[in-house]
């Protein structure tokens, strides 16, 4: 198992009170874009660049993985990456995946396809996840798997499967992504059904590289074309990370913050349409097509937001928004009910338990009754003052960071370090801003 990010003194942030938040940002590149861009160019034919690749912990491991599994992966430069394709073979060592649970699922989808065989370890926090919701489907197309009771260490030996026809119970992209990326190499007819939309720049990117996917309703079936050539991907910004520069200037009096070329693809864009129920000053404007999926530029300026009821089907399109949505409900007028979160419980960290232990600590009345979360907004700033436990999970280290640029009293984060996973400089790009972050 690979050590988590270091403890200790240095690895704590503190928030407080800001001035108004001001100017013009971008923020890094789309994670699950990132991961499917280099995992698409290693199995590709020919050259694959990759424009404003995500170059955080979880992608770099991936870009690790693609190497190990055989194909050539260069950086070029600040985000620009070549990658040429290569019959994938066994690695060296296991694939480090890190924190990711994407390159850990997609990867293992996409080794099971191949007469390969490879360990797959991580980070702590990846080897209390779940993994058996991609390793079940693996193992009825052919794979042979080998797991400690559905954790890792993986092992999997792929090759020689054939078509699925897989019915999930819930909503997931890297499920679903896992399962056409092994299917690219069966033998048959390779179909997912989800009860419900999730993220679909597996499928946007495998046309790109020239692949035949087929979305009918809730259905997503792989054609005959499956083959992948090279091709050129331009990564927009990462509307995960967005949101925590644009929460900020919400909460904080007077601030009016944009980022530019954020991915808006509808659904990832749950929380911005959640935001503006609440009744937030949220401007999406130059609304245009780059890389294949929408992206907009974002303002946000600070005002008053009201409590509102956030339905169980938005779920999958804001997923990994309910950290920082839970942070500007604390700052409403009135209640905010988040339904259908039973997914928080397996994310980087049983995230619905850190919200509520880190808004007990900064005195916000919150509570889940099953899995749904209920924030009680004052209508005013939080009083803070809490040393919230992010239990290495960046999300809810950037959530609590946020909080404290307007709550009352100061707000620290006990481990900070693996914002890097997703969105490094985080701290610095916000302190342009005017964030006393430290
Ligand atoms: C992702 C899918 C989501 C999300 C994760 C990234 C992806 O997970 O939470 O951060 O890139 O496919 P699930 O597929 O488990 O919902």
């Not at 054609?223 to 910004?237: E, Y």
Request: proline fraction near 6%.
């Amino acid at each position: 198992m690979s050590s988590a990010a270091p403890k200790g003194m240095d690895d704590r942030l503190a928030a407080s009170a800001s001035p108004p938040l001001k100017g013009i940002i971008n923020v890094p590149g789309d994670k699950s874009m990132s991961h499917r861009a280099l995992i698409l160019g290693g199995l590709a034919a020919g050259e694959t660049r990759i424009e404003g690749l995500l170059e955080g912990d979880d992608v770099l491991r991936t870009a690790d993985a693609v190497r190990a599994l055989g194909a050539d992966v260069e950086r070029l430069g600040p985000g620009h990456w070549r990658v040429v394709g290569a019959p994938w073979r066994a690695p060296d060592a296991p694939i480090d995946c890190g924190n990711s649970g994407t390159g850990a699922r997609l990867l293992m989808g996409a080794v099971a396809g191949l007469p390969v065989e490879a360990t797959f370890i991580g980070d702590v926090s990846l080897h209390s996840r779940p993994m058996n919701r991609v390793l079940d489907p693996l193992r009825e197309m052919g794979a042979a798997v080998e797991s400690q009771d559905g954790r890792m260490p993986v092992t999997v030996r792929g090759g020689g499967l054939t078509g699925i026809s897989f019915r999930n119970l819930k909503a997931s992209a890297q499920v679903k992504s896992a399962i056409i990326l092994a299917g690219l190499h069966a033998d048959g007819a390779v179909e997912v059904i989800e009860p419900a939309r999730s993220r679909d720049h597996t499928e946007n990117m495998l046309r790109a590289f020239g692949a035949d996917v087929e979305q009918d309703g809730y259905t997503i079936r792989l054609g005959a074309r499956r083959a992948l050539t090279a091709t050129d991907v331009a990564i927009p910004g990462d509307p995960s990370s967005a949101a925590f520069p644009l929460v900020a200037a919400l909460v904080t009096p007077r601030s009016d913050v944009t980022v530019e070329g954020v991915m808006v693809n509808p659904l990832r864009a749950g929380l911005f349409t959640t935001l503006r129920e609440m009744g937030a000053n949220l401007e999406i404007r130059n609304e245009r097509i780059a890389g294949g999926e929408p992206v907009a530029d974002i303002r946000a300026r600070f005002g008053p937001l009201r409590g509102v009821e956030v339905p169980a089907e938005r779920a999958p399109s804001m997923i990994d928004e309910y950290p920082i949505l839970a942070v500007a409900a604390a700052f409403a007028e009135g209640r905010t009910v988040m339904h259908g979160l039973a997914e928080l419980r397996v994310k980087e960290s049983d995230r619905l338990a850190a919200i509520l232990a880190g808004h007990k600590a900064c005195g916000v009345e919150a509570r889940d009754e099953g899995d749904t979360l209920i924030v009680e907004g004052k209508g005013a700033p939080p009083r803070g003052g809490g040393d919230v436990a992010a239990h290495h999970d960046h999300r809810i280290a950037m959530s609590f960071l946020v909080l404290g640029l307007a709550a009352c009293e100061p707000v620290a984060v006990d481990s900070a370090a693996m914002i890097a996973t997703s969105f490094p400089g985080f701290t610095e790009l916000m302190r342009g801003l005017g964030a006393k972050i430290a």
